[in-house]
């Protein structure tokens, strides 16, 4: 089986199984694909849509088939020389609800449950109400009103004789130790004596195995006549709905290791790390052996096994100490990589979900081949946006929506409210902790709580990256100049006194190692100050940039995305080269990606929207007239316009980006569809953005004027004319840059990531949009009709030429395998006319060299075209510059031309005579005996 050349990226649910991926292995291996990159397997809550949210890493989902369809997926993609790598989620699991054995055996046995140590618990809270306890916020009221309404009830389970608490989807399980309080209230005998020796199980240290016996004993009581009947007799005096019914289920809830609370305290007081702010995901603690080993067993037996070639560690930032993890499960897979069947390849590879931000790098000593690739979404995107349009645009969106033009500002703004707000039991658990190191000793416990608090507050706020990667031995070297970064901002908004406190942060939180503490004790805090520290300002981060300042501030959207440096408008070819080659040298085996299932735009919308930049006045213009060609369509409401001005603009550019080449504004169902699409997004894109709605506290008569807004656009003739014909002029543009982003995810270093569906046009949206069905069929009638790119180039609104592209580019990876995988990395010169339009570059490795010649920026160049194909003419004298020895006959991989290029340098006219792109290869060893 081979080494992972291509993979494709589907995403599992009910609706799409691993007897359905196997269905449709013939067609990926023929496109070139030789690994399936799967969502998460493990079981998750059931009808999960992506799998998430695992309620067991033990096991296979049973919605997906289970372990046994799995086998024939892995079956199938052998039998095709295939593999397979798989989404792995150590971080969390969904909690609440009733399916997460281990989360209900903590709610039910507290500290003692054995699975009390997996979970990122406070036990110890300063709340004298959560002493012992978990906050469980998920009531759909306050707890008062709950508790009177009669929503909670008492039930038995007969097949585990337990207690529990219905409420809606969940269940919250009684303690056994307190079950003699409802068996005593029973009319009957034998239920009566079993409360004592319930109650018993509160003296013995044995009670979790202990209980067992008493278990027994209940089946038995309860076989008695009439026994169930006053059982149920009893459980009814429980019912809220009465006084009297309330007063005792308050006093047995008061018993148990959680405490219930209404959803909106969760933010303010819980006391396990969540995901995120999402109370319905709990934090794991996977630093912790046992709990490494329990969440791993499965994933590292399908390794021995041979079924998984590779494993993709979600959210990373999340953990403890991501170094630490990467590294051990380095060292277990190679503890298992010998043992692995002689027909699979040895190495297991290891990707991360990382986000990096401008000019961070992933460390080197992870262990790990390469990230994910959102870094390389954005370098790619980055490239195809023009400069000139950075001032005019980001000029429109203050004019327009009177919002800052600075992403940095909208940044900070958000990271404050959400430290401050949805993640503010976190801040406080990271206070109340760094407060404590400062208590340790006596030359720093004058420094207050609310001192730590103002500069922890400050510090977060200007953090430029998600996390460091701080240990016991300090922080690296790499991370430095970003904690640095922080920290000028910080002095920059604090008074004297308070900077002398930062700076005590700074030593406390890495800069001095913890391993030279004094003593045991303090050396213990420190490290979980760091810990603490490092695992708030992660969440902070995807909050604050992604899901909040990304829909707040929106010169281009196109460069607000998961992963992206919305900071910087666009990257020059020299940025984009440096980059690659960086990657070349230190990560050659990472995922090289331009769609996600996390990806807020398609990719094709993105390469739509990047055209934009080329025409910034035009667009301009443009918003002004539909501006004011739409106001009969806004509405006044007291908190000002609705939609608002920066809403509107937001939406303006989504539809140009979004809309198709083949969507005619007069075909009734199709524009239906889009608009229940757009009316979606932007659903989502009001929440996230927290100005006017919130997800916690929806504002649904804004909401409804701006769904009746972007109705009326897409209704009334005039603007939907305009913005069509707008759209239209889009097309060429946004096209030639999906071929030109197709092209290079194919040929730069690393591994090519194919996601679900993305052979063709990609205008999908967040999601859920992102995980639409795909239309195997329609694709594997496309790749039946065998079109080579030029054929296909005559019709490519239908998007077959993307994939007749991929499906060449993945053949030629296959054919020169030594060549991607260990070619090194050259920039080329262009020079002519347009020499600044186009971006070129060489690999080379032994004998063989790949040359491959796009352009950039090129709307210009192809008015008047009917194809995204810059008419050769047009492009004048423009030239790559070759160096001498890579002189003579290339062939294309694309067509069937062949160039000498004998003169130093080639002209673009010839290398993009045939297609849009251009890559050519060549064999020395084959030319020189020839």
Request: glycine share 8%.
């Amino acid at each position: 089986m081979s080494e992972i050349r291509a993979t494709v990226r589907l995403q599992f649910h009910r609706g799409f199984t691993l007897d359905d991926a196997a269905g449709w292995i013939d067609y990926y291996a023929r496109l070139g694909i030789s690994h399936v990159y799967a969502s998460p397997l493990q079981a998750s809550r059931s009808g999960s849509p992506h799998g998430y949210d695992g309620v067991d890493p033990t096991r296979i989902d049973p919605e997906l088939g289970g372990e046994a369809a799995l086998e024939r997926l892995v079956a199938r993609l052998r039998e095709r020389g295939m593999g397979l790598i798989l989404d792995i989620v150590p971080n969390h699991v969904a909690v609440g609800g009733s399916e997460n054995p281990w989360w209900q055996d903590v709610l039910a046995w507290g500290t003692d449950s054995p699975y009390a140590d997996y979970f990122d618990i406070d036990w110890h809270s300063p709340d004298p109400l959560l002493s012992g306890k978990l906050l469980l916020p998920f009531l759909g009221a306050p707890y008062g009103e709950t508790l009177h309404s009669g929503e909670l009830t008492l039930r038995h389970v007969p097949a585990s004789m337990a207690f529990h608490l219905a409420y809606h989807e969940h269940r919250f399980p009684i303690d056994p130790r307190h079950y003699g309080e409802i068996l005593r209230l029973a009319e009957h005998e034998a239920l009566r004596e079993m409360a004592p020796r319930f109650d018993a199980l509160q003296q013995r240290d044995d009670a979790y195995t202990a209980v067992a016996d008493c278990r027994c004993q209940l089946r038995q009581a309860l076989a008695s006549p009439g026994a169930p009947q006053a059982l149920e007799q009893a459980m009814a005096l429980f019912d809220g709905a009465s006084h009297p019914g309330a007063t005792r289920l308050h006093y047995l809830l008061e018993r148990q290791h959680y405490r219930l609370a209404w959803w909106r305290t969760g933010a303010d007081e819980i006391n396990w790390r969540r995901f995120f702010d999402i109370a319905e995901l709990g934090g794991l603690r996977v630093e912790q052996p046992e709990v490494f080993e329990a969440v791993h067993a499965l994933p590292l037996r399908l390794v021995e096994q041979g079924w998984v070639d590779g494993l993709r560690i979600d959210h990373v930032d999340g953990l403890a100490d991501p170094r630490g993890y990467c590294r051990r499960l380095r060292a277990r897979i190679g503890e298992l990589q010998q043992r692995r069947p002689p027909h699979v390849v040895r190495h297991v590879a290891i990707f991360v979900e990382k986000i990096l931000a401008d000019s961070e790098t992933l460390h080197r000593d992870w262990g790990v081949d390469g990230t994910t690739g959102y870094e390389r979404m954005n370098e790619i995107s980055a490239l195809q946006h023009d400069p000139a349009g950075a001032d005019p645009l980001w000029d429109l969106w203050h004019d327009v929506s009177g919002r800052d033009a600075d992403f940095l500002d909208e940044v900070r703004r958000a990271r404050r409210e959400v430290l401050t707000g949805i993640l503010a039991s976190e801040f406080d658990a990271c206070c109340r902790t760094l407060h404590a190191v400062a208590r340790h000793r006596p030359a720093t416990r004058d420094i207050s709580l609310a001192a730590v608090r103002r500069t922890l507050e400050a510090l977060v706020v200007h953090f430029p990256v998600y996390r460091t990667y701080a240990d016991d031995g300090g922080r690296p070297e790499l991370d430095a100049p970003f904690f640095d970064q922080a920290m000028a901002g910080a002095r920059g908004e604090l008074n004297p006194p308070d900077i002398g406190v930062l700076e005590w942060l700074e030593r406390c939180l890495g800069g001095e190692a913890p391993a030279d503490a004094e003593d045991a004790h303090e050396r213990w805090l420190r490290q979980r100050a760091i810990v603490r520290f490092q695992q708030l300002t992660s969440p902070v981060a995807a909050k604050a940039v992604e899901d909040t300042a990304g829909y707040r501030c929106a010169a281009l959207i196109s460069r607000n995305d998961v992963g992206f440096d919305g900071e910087h408008f666009s990257h020059s070819p020299r940025q984009f080269h440096e980059a690659n080659a960086w990657h070349a040298r230190h990560f050659p085996h990472g995922l090289v990606a331009t769609a996600t299932h996390d990806h807020k735009r398609g990719e094709d919308v993105r390469a739509r929207l990047a055209a934009l930049s080329e025409d910034a006045t035009g667009f301009a213009r443009r918003v002004k007239r539909w501006r004011e060609l739409a106001s009969p369509l806004r509405q006044a409401l007291p908190q000002g316009p609705a939609p608002s001005p920066g809403d509107e603009l937001i939406l303006f550019q989504m539809l140009l980006g979004a809309w198709p080449p083949t969507l005619d504004r007069h075909d009734g169902t199709a524009m239906r569809n889009f608009a229940e699409r757009m009316i979606q997004w932007q659903q989502k894109a009001l929440r996230e953005a927290k100005l006017r709605s919130h997800w916690l506290w929806p504002d649904e008569t804004y909401e409804a004027a701006c769904r009746g807004y972007l109705e009326g656009l897409l209704a009334e003739p005039v603007p939907c004319e305009e913005i069509e014909s707008a759209a239209r002029e889009l097309d060429l543009t946004g096209a030639l840059n999906g071929l030109v982003q197709t092209t290079l995810r194919l040929t730069l270093p690393g591994i090519p990531d194919l996601y679900q569906g993305c052979e063709f046009w990609d205008y999908s949206l967040v999601d859920p949009d992102n995980r639409r069905p795909v239309d195997h069929a329609a694709r594997q009638a496309a790749l039946d009709e065998g079109r080579d790119p030029v054929a296909a180039l005559a019709t490519w609104r239908d998007g077959r030429i993307k994939q007749a592209l991929i499906e060449r580019l993945l053949a030629l990876r296959h054919a020169q395998r030594d060549l991607f995988v260990h070619g090194d990395y050259r920039e080329l010169r262009t020079g002519g006319e347009h020499g600044e339009r186009l971006v070129a570059f060489l690999r080379c490795h032994g004998d063989r060299q790949l040359l491959v010649v796009v352009p950039r920026l090129a709307s210009e160049r192809l008015a008047g075209a009917d194809h995204p194909h810059v008419p050769p003419q047009r492009w004048g004298d423009s030239h790559v510059v070759l160096p001498d020895e890579e002189r003579g006959a290339w062939q294309s991989a694309l067509s069937d031309t062949t160039l000498r290029m004998e003169r130093g340098s080639a002209a673009v006219a010839e290398l993009l005579k045939d297609l849009p792109v251009g890559v050519y290869v060549r064999d020395m060893h084959l030319q020189r005996e020839s």
